[in-house]
């Protein structure tokens, strides 16, 4: 992962022709131009590179700095490998290094980004704020970039509302940038997870920013920009949103503001959905069907329909927070797999909900006794 | 005028079947029954309704009441009639009474309908004035509803700048209503027009400043909502021009206050265009070609391919203001028609404009020598 920068499309193709050890090993050998049809300059120019970094890495140092620090290497093909990533093509991460306790993969398939600007105003800074606490409160991700600003007001309402929110850093997974941002990173490493390209120890370059932006918006089916300047990196945020079909919304602001600038560019340019509350921000990036706000739903099979397994596992979910299957299983006096298998069927009949922190109830649901 | 409520579609239908006189007549003698084919009940309580009215009506008076306050009746078919109300179809205006220097149809043409909240925030009163100077400044016409708040900021930025503006009121053109706006209404009496469907006298009431609303927006080809709350006078209007098909603009403001939320509903259900800038405000509304905003244009006809009877019209014309083709033809020492056929040549090429104050130059015409 150091030989090439991130997001190096040649790698990425090499990587997808070939996979990752037969690349490093055409690449250490030298043999790269025997089997690459298309070796003009540019590879050529690359392997230089490439081979000169190797000489310098020293994968099993970074292996063991993860290991130190407490972060783990995420790769493709595993099971926590976010696959909508994988619509990145050449440019997408030959692996992450992850560092928290939510599952990298599951935290993100209900989850939005949040971006906006470091010079943020009050505004912003509410609004973002605000957003995020509704979200994280409605079993949904908020994922950002650590920046101040913002991405910290993010983070910090969903932390507050005691939902998982995940960071993606132009640095290593140890490396505290801002330094401001030293306690809200260790916060979010515990209660969530912070996420890079980089290996342990790197520091962030202007690049490296632009380049970690694509991952933002790759993660997450949706991004919000709050407030951002016309030349921004959240307007670079948005354009790889747009660019990948994800959902793109901005929030309005004071036309007499030049933070909202970005943001009614977005509106009026790019066709951004305007969002002026976080309910319309889950219609717009909710499942079809499964997250539209307007009038709350009860669940599709009645109460008395359930079987008395099912009713149990029901009763010992909670409200609020979340709890694993098998704690539900000791309240509920089911054996772990009936547990599973009723969990899966109360989902299914709108009851029940799986979170990053666990299973609970449907929030808003009238229970029809 | 004073037999059917201000916009009633029966009387408008029986207008433009019979035309004004003849109907008048069908109503009076009570031959209406006999003419019309769908009598149904409706028609018969408005006959009821009518006749009544008719009896108590001085139409006379209203005309010399219109004389001694300075207002004159416009009606369908004279050359001040603006034919733009006409798609009003059977609520069509059966006339106007108009008070004002300005005249109504053409300066309605390059116009704008500004419109928003009575409780305005000074962030919206600070925007009105601010787009109708602008508006003004480029010759553009400024209509609003003299209501405190964001129609009073729109007339008093249009004046300010010079421009002319139109009030159309839900009362008698000369009644000050609200009576806070006794100098502004005289001062756009002035400057401009003040415009009313009711005859003098006539005062306000609730359903008339919603029937009044269509006027607003059917006058102008685009309305623009600076700051309206979800349930709104505005909105109405709005909802008026876009059954109208004319541009619908709205500006944007803080999620957090409940006087933009009206403008972010047009935004999110409405489609209509966030506007930031006066600039994009003409952008929208403008002839296509005639004021695309983005880059200053010169003239298509480079001046030496002028005449010199149009180069000395060109050196007549003045650069702020506006001045008659009279005035134009003793400054250029030309003759009155030479003058007349040498400013359409000239608008035409685009080195002058004709504004409801008179020829100016183009704003913004970088001439080529």
Redesign the interface.
């Known amino acids: 992962m150091r030989a090439a920068d991130a997001g190096d499309p040649l790698m990425g193709g090499l990587v997808a022709r070939h996979g990752p050890m037969k690349t490093l090993d055409l690449i250490r050998t030298g043999r790269l131009m025997d089997v690459e049809e298309d070796a003009g300059a540019r590879l050529t120019g690359g392997l230089r590179t490439w081979r000169a970094r190797l000489a310098a890495a020293d994968p099993e140092a970074d292996l063991a700095a993860g290991e130190r620090t407490g972060a783990h290497l995420v790769v493709p093909g595993t099971p926590e490998w976010p696959t909508q990533l994988d619509q990145l093509g050449d440019r997408r991460p030959l692996g992450l290094w992850v560092h928290g306790t939510a599952d990298l993969r599951y935290s993100c398939l209900r989850s939005v980004s949040i971006v906006g600007s470091r010079a943020a105003t009050p505004?912003g800074l509410?609004?973002a704020a605000d957003f995020a606490a509704t979200l994280a409160d409605s079993g949904w991700t908020v994922i950002s970039g650590a920046a101040l600003g913002i991405d910290a007001a993010a983070h910090r309402g969903a932390l507050a509302a005691g939902g998982p929110t995940i960071a993606v850093l132009a640095c290593g997974t140890d490396v505290a940038y801002p330094l401001a941002h030293h306690d809200l990173l260790a916060q979010i490493r515990e209660e969530g997870a912070v996420v890079s390209e980089c290996p342990p120890g790197v520091h962030p370059t202007r690049s490296r920013f632009l380049i970690r932006n694509r991952l933002i918006a790759a993660l997450s089916p949706g991004t919000l920009v709050v407030e951002a300047a016309l030349r921004s990196g959240a307007a670079n945020t948005a354009a790889h949103a747009q660019s990948l079909s994800r959902h793109l919304a901005a929030?309005?602001?004071?036309?007499?503001s030049e933070l909202?600038?970005g943001c009614?560019r977005l509106?009026?340019e790019r066709d951004a959905?305007?969002v002026?509350?976080p309910e319309?921000l889950i219609d717009l990036v909710g499942a079809i069907g499964d997250d539209l706000a307007p009038a709350p739903r009860g669940p599709v099979v009645a109460r008395d329909a359930l079987s008395e397994t099912a009713r149990r596992v029901l009763d010992a979910v909670p409200g609020t927070g979340g709890a694993g299957p098998a704690s539900i299983a000791v309240a509920a006096g089911t054996d772990l797999s009936a547990t599973l298998s009723a969990l899966g069927s109360l989902a299914a009949a709108g009851y029940v909900l799986r979170t990053p922190r666990g299973w609970r109830l449907k929030p808003r649901t009238t229970t029809p006794c």
């Open positions: 505004y509410h609004v929030v309005p602001g004071p036309i007499t909202s600038a009614h509106l009026r959905v305007c002026t509350s319309e």
